[in-house]
């Protein structure tokens, strides 16, 4: 069943990290869940895989010093050639964030937290 080398989590929130990590890990998606409270420190760990390893990658866009949209900016600028997939988990219910990252080619998704079993299955079939 494991699908993805590595699953990111990427959100300030430690709460929703712990939460989401023990909820991925039933899935058996992925043997390797990492979270990170910042953008800058999953960009530099990122720096670090090998291309060839497929990441999926759950990233809120609410987050201080480096938000969401910034770190897609910056994913693009850094990794042009990954083929990691990058879902948007947020609390945001408002249809422009939607919008905005639906012209992202890399983002694969758009959830809304809090992150379950059903939405997790329901994003991988689109995959």
């Given at each position: ?14 709460i ?9 890990g ?24 090998s291309?060839?390893?497929?990441l ?51 983002v ?20």
């Amino acid at each position: 069943m494991i699908q993805f080398d590595a699953i990111f989590l990427v959100d300030d929130d430690p709460i929703n990290n712990l939460i989401n990590k023990r909820l991925l890990g039933k899935t058996g998606i992925s043997e390797q869940i990492q979270e990170f409270l910042g953008g800058e420190e999953a960009l530099d760990v990122l720096k670090e895989v090998s291309s060839d390893h497929t990441l999926l990658i759950f990233l809120d866009i609410n987050m201080p010093v480096l938000n969401g949209w910034e770190f897609l900016n910056k994913y693009l600028e850094y990794f042009p050639n990954r083929t990691d997939k990058i879902v948007i988990l947020s609390s945001s219910i408002d249809f422009q964030d939607r919008q905005r990252a639906s012209e992202y080619q890399i983002v694969s998704g758009f959830l809304e937290k809090p992150l379950t079993l059903d939405k997790i299955k329901n994003q991988m079939d689109t995959f």
